[in-house]
């Protein structure tokens, strides 16, 4: 996340070329002026909203969201267009009530992340309930390493501070740098005080720290239903091509781990719910390539099986599929200030799939 768009805190790393669409403007130092605004107003939100009594922010939340949806910007006319996929026989009326929750769905999101430091453990326990939580607890109690794989469903950062607290559990997720990068410090300062790991997607080496971590039987998680690099692997995701990020399959196969898909939605006002579904195995025959290609199919099915459960709680508000990258002849790909932060990552501080 790098950007304030129609509203709403929007993606935009550097890797999807989204500050080269943004007027450069160094006079006073420290970046853009989009980019220092940017930090400015995530600065603002960590400080002011987490003191806010939890009503009150809920209820600021939902008025952010609902005067975003209402000015029908590019983000929630990407969101429409995302679920007209995810929810094909919807009339438009049935699409427009969707992205409406979506959008409260995702300042949701954004309030509880502003405050997720000053939650307790019973704060956080009360907030949870994980279907299936045996598969992860299983296969970190065989010593193998785990890799959780996630779409961007709900809230990934309280699941993780439930897995810190609750389940007692560290684990290692891996961070796009950001510009500013006072505010890629903020994200990597905040998402290390709820108990995560977080590794720079820089130079290489974050693959070779994630394999070390698995292959000592620990736990990572990766944000992992958008790649548009060209490293990304072709999916089939709601009868369309996409790309997903390799990362998650190749660990697992280099390492051993334990690859299981993650999907979570919003229950009531207070609790997130989620499932952790059957374990992706490696298949027995095939190049690397090949069974990349199979594993991270399965991730997408599993992923799509959340989404279509709960598509209001789907926070994609860039571009996924392969045809929608068409739509600006010339551009080569994903490019504007709406314009996510590469691989897996977006909105959400730039999280990627490895």
Partial sequence: MSTVKDGAPQGGGPKDGASAAVPKDRASGGGTFKDRLS????????????????PVATGLGRRIADLTWKRRGKSVLRLESNLARVVPDATPERLAELSKAGMRSYMRYWMESFRLPTWSR??????????????????????????LALPHLA????????????????????????????????????RESLGMEVVPHTGGSAFGTLARRLRAGGLVCLVADRDLS????????FGETARMPAGPAILAQQTGALLLPVTLWYGDETVMRGRIHAPIDVPVSGTRAEKTTVMTQ?????????????????????????????????TGGDTGADGAAGAAGDERGGERGA
């Fill in 122 to 147: 019973e704060r956080v326990e009360r907030g949870m309930d994980i279907q299936n939580i045996h598969h992860l607890q299983e296969g970190l109690a065989a010593g193998r390493g785990v890799v």
């Fill in 39 to 54: 930090d400015g107003l995530y600065g603002v939100g960590w400080a002011t909203v987490k003191k806010l009594p939890e």
């Fill in 298 to 330: 399965a991730l997408a099915d599993a992923f799509a099986s959340g989404i279509a459960e709960h598509p209001e709680d789907w926070h994609m508000l860039q571009r996924l599929w392969l045809a929608d990258l068409d739509e600006r002849p010339g």
């Fill in 230 to 237: 060209a490293s990304g692997t072709e999916v089939t995701f």
């Fill in 155 to 190: 809230n990934w950062d309280l699941a993780g501070v439930w897995v810190t607290r609750s389940l007692g559990v560290p684990f290692t997720t891996v961070a796009e740098r950001l510009k500013p990068e006072t505010l890629y410090d903020r994200f990597v300062a905040y």
